[in-house]
């Protein structure tokens, strides 16, 4: 490219510089109450959730942005973690996105339980990952209490130092959250230690919806 070319562009490049409307600086997310209200319609029946914006405001904005936008509808809860120690049921469901890239948004940053003081009691949600800070768009509802997904932040293992993020509870629907828990399994699906925790029929999510209260 010669240096007549170069110097004849300029002009062409600042006029179409200056005839480009300014960009308007994105508007920030509208506030979240404290308290979030949201009904997952599944095939079952539907599940009622609170969603605590106040004490865990990253993991309830990041499920709400699936909600609002729809990415949440058709996935399915796929795998029944159950537990055959302590007081049945013992375990939990699981549903979300499953690294699908046209439903999933960038992880989010990791809430600790002893930052927020929500623990991982019968009929919570909690955000599935894999290392901390990977939490995209799947999540679990907890059919009873398990303390050992609490941060531990006296351990010397970073998983457990780190724990999972529970941020609200299942206020209603808890009977269609032990049926999906109740769905026959597969014997042969799932890796590693998923394996035999997959449900054979997945239960799906029609819709996923904010419940707006005056």
């Known amino acids: 490219m010669n240096r007549r070319f170069v110097l004849a562009a300029l002009p062409l490049i600042f006029l179409l510089t200056a005839a480009a409307p300014p960009k308007k600086p994105a508007a920030p997310p509208a506030p979240l109450p404290d308290l979030v209200k949201v009904v997952l319609a599944t095939e079952l029946g539907a599940i009622e959730l609170e969603l605590d914006a106040k004490r865990a405001p990253i993991a309830t904005r990041n499920f709400v942005r699936y909600v609002d936008q729809r990415r949440f509808d058709g996935v399915t809860f796929y795998r ?4 055959a120690w302590g007081e049945q049921p013992n375990g939990l469901i699981q549903a979300g996105t499953r690294g699908d890239p046209k439903r999933d948004l960038p992880p989010i940053a990791h809430e600790t339980t002893d930052q927020t003081g929500i623990l991982h009691k019968a009929g919570s949600i909690s955000m599935a990952r894999w290392a901390p800070g990977t939490a995209r768009g799947d999540f679990s509802l907890l059919l009873s209490d398990m303390p050992s997904l609490d941060a531990d932040p006296k351990s010397t293992d970073p998983e457990a130092r780190a724990g999972y993020t ?3 509870r299942v206020t209603g629907g808890m009977d269609i959250v032990r049926q999906i828990f109740d769905s026959p399994i597969s014997p042969t699906l799932g890796q590693g230690a998923m394996r035999g925790q ?3 029929k997945p239960v799906k999510v029609l819709t996923a ?3 707006v209260t005056p």
Not at 80 to 83: G, Q
Request: glycine letters at 8%; hydrophobic letters at 70%; proline letters at 0%.
């Open 80 to 83: 029944a973690m159950k537990l």
């Open 166 to 168: 529970a941020f609200g």
């Open 198 to 200: 997959m449900i054979a």
């Open 209 to 211: 919806r904010r419940v």
